[in-house]
């Protein structure tokens, strides 16, 4: 098989590249060559608390790493003196569980702070969560603080005041005791859909979303009086938010597929220096004096500042810990000169070389396909200097193509190649995609590798559906319970979500500020379907999510009776649910035209730099 193989791979893929062994020598052979190329980002470690992680939020404290972990509290980790993570404590279990996902610290008290987006069934009591840190590596719950409004977006310690975004509610204030116990909440008066606050040089900046405006708002705000300073208007989501962690008048904005910007705080005025745009949705920017970090959905993306046009340095992509490719980066920080993210499944640890280079390409987790045919997907040297890509499959190169600077390439292989690669009775096939300097041969080492799954429908099964069937039709009501159908006429996007799962909020607001700019993806209209209904409760309000598409059904939508028990008498999200194909917890995104034909599949939202391969194939 591996002859036939690679025949076949270098009479249809490889374009003259040479893989068969070198001629009989009586010399001794050259030495294989090794490249000087360096990673800007390199991963040193990382850790998960528990095989249930949904990790948002994180914070450094007494060289612990303590990071918001949705229902399971608050989870800790060790920063190992060799470059590790190391768990320590795996959150709240059983009967105790608390849903966390934001965090602040109390420094002087060793006091931490927890919020969440809305009380869980668990935990229905409006409040915060206090925990006492004063045994490094253990968050120990303490007690509970109750609050006037039952959505937190974030925390942040500001002196002895705790900030309290409650998205639309506001911005709301605590004080903070010498044990750090909490007193005095109160409405600051500052109005607005308050998201996250950093605090710099004695004064607050602070992230508002704005759905009537240009998508996000930074105030500069005067603790104590929340006097207004100033206002900036910007564009994008507001995700995300941090000051300088070198202590400069700056701040890191994460604005999905508006970018990051870059912001500086000078004499009472906030003033945009630049926006740097990473071909990914940015959740958080992070500073250090001269570096800038873009924490994405796809990973992390680093630039030195300090160039007249600032030069990307690193990439590091998200689930590149751990053999599944299991992660999407919501959170992260700069601490003690390494960068550390909260990548849904696990804590990661990288380190931080401005000099230098991006090594690892962009690929695709997974490829859902039919039982026959060809294959195709692409992907994307985000960086500045061109490597070559090669597919490896049983230790033999079958593909291999060089990308030059920031190039996107197409990866086709042809009926005859998938059918070796993946038998007609196997559910999945991985390929190891290897990253090379273009100086060394494919006998030496990879400057960085990944996999990729290819994925087929079983030939006699209908669900779930492959990219070129036909999408089957669902019946769905709107926010305001009005009646439809799906497919639409003018093609469609899936999004499956439910309103307590952190990893999709940043798709759902790209996707609704996407809408709001007139910006069309060509994927058809974005669909947010969901078991719950989201009118009562305000969560399109408190998310920004104007103007979106939703799809209800279940439980939200009993007048649609038994309309789909053609799919599931139940349940319509299982049966679309595609489990070989590497994603977390992120459901299946379907793109189809007006006929209902999929054009493509994706468990991983990439905004408008899909890597997908719109079908026909042929």
């Not at 202590?247 to 910007?261: D, E, F, K, N």
């Not at 600077?405 to 070796?420: F, I, N, T």
Request: hydrophobic fraction near 40%; proline fraction near 7%; charge should be negative.
């Amino acid at each position: 098989m591996f002859r036939s193989l690679q025949h076949v791979a270098m009479a249809l893929l490889l374009s003259g590249a040479t893989l068969g062994c070198a001629p009989a020598s009586e010399q001794d052979p050259e030495p294989i060559p090794v490249s000087s190329l360096k990673p800007g980002l390199a991963l040193r470690g990382g850790d998960f608390a528990t095989r249930e992680d949904h990790l948002v939020e994180l914070l450094v404290h007494e060289g612990h790493v303590y990071v918001a972990n949705s229902t399971l509290g608050v989870s800790s980790l060790r920063l190992d003196d060799d470059g590790g993570v190391t768990r320590t404590d795996p959150g709240s279990e059983g009967e105790e569980l608390l849903r966390c996902t934001s965090l602040a610290v109390h420094v002087a008290s060793d006091t931490l702070y927890c919020g969440s987006d809305a009380p869980s069934g668990l935990t229905p009591l409006v409040r915060l969560e206090i925990y006492d840190l004063s045994t490094p590596g253990v968050a120990r719950w303490r007690e509970g603080f109750e609050l006037e409004q039952w959505g937190t977006r974030d925390l942040e310690v500001v002196g002895e005041q705790l900030l309290i975004h409650h998205f639309d509610g506001g911005l709301w204030t605590a004080e903070i005791g010498p044990d750090g116990s909490l007193s005095g909440l109160s409405d600051t008066g500052v109005s607005g859909n308050a998201r996250v606050s950093a605090g710099v040089g004695g004064q607050v900046v602070t992230l508002f979303a704005d759905a009537e405006g240009t998508g996000a708002e930074l105030r500069l705000l005067e603790p104590g009086t929340w006097a207004e300073l100033d206002r900036l208007p910007l564009r994008g989501p507001a995700l995300g938010l941090s000051a300088d962690a070198e202590g400069g008048a700056r701040v890191g904005v994460g604005l999905g597929s508006g970018g990051m910007a870059v912001v500086e705080v000078e004499g009472g005025q906030l003033r945009l220096e630049q926006t740097l745009e990473p071909p990914a949705v940015v959740t958080t920017g992070l500073l250090s004096g001269d570096v800038a970090i873009a924490v994405t959905l796809s990973g992390a993306f680093a630039w030195k500042l300090d160039e007249p046009t600032p030069r990307m340095f690193g990439f590091g992509p998200a689930g590149k810990l751990g053999f599944a490719r299991a992660g999407n980066m919501l959170h992260g920080v700069i601490h003690d000169g390494e960068l550390l993210t909260s990548d849904w499944l696990w804590v990661e640890r990288w380190a931080i070389d401005p000099e230098g280079e991006v090594l690892d390409l962009d690929v695709p987790r997974g490829i859902y396909v039919q039982p026959e045919g060809p294959v195709r997907w692409r992907m994307r040297n985000p960086g500045r200097i061109p490597l070559r890509a090669e597919l490896w499959f049983d230790r033999e190169p079958i593909w291999a193509r060089e990308l030059g600077p920031g190039a996107v390439v197409e990866v086709d292989l042809p009926a005859s190649l998938r059918a070796e690669l993946l038998a007609s009775d196997e559910p999945s096939a991985a390929l190891s995609v290897r990253s090379y300097d273009p100086s060394v041969p494919s006998e030496g080492e990879p400057v960085s590798s990944t996999v990729v799954v290819l994925a087929q429908r079983e030939p006699d099964e209908l669900f779930p559906p492959a990219t070129g069937d036909v999408f089957p039709t669902l019946t769905l009501a709107d926010a305001d319970q009005q009646i439809y159908t799906l497919p639409t006429a003018a093609g469609s996007q899936t999004i499956w979500f439910w309103p307590d799962c952190a990893l999709m909020w940043p798709q759902l607001e790209d996707l609704a500020w996407l809408r709001r700019e007139g910006w069309d993806l060509g994927r058809g209209e974005a669909i947010m379907l969901t078991n719950t209904d989201v009118a009562p409760d305000g969560f399109i309000d408190r998310w920004d999510l104007s103007g979106a598409t939703f799809g209800l059904w279940g439980v939200a939508a009993p007048e649609i009776g038994g309309a789909n028990d053609h799919i599931h008498e139940e349940d319509i999200y299982l049966p679309f649910f595609i489990e070989e194909m590497p994603g977390d917890a992120m459901p299946t995104d379907y793109v189809m035209d007006g006929d209902g034909r999929i054009r493509s599949i994706e468990r991983m939202y990439r905004g408008p730099w899909t890597l997908a391969v719109p079908w026909p194939w042929e």
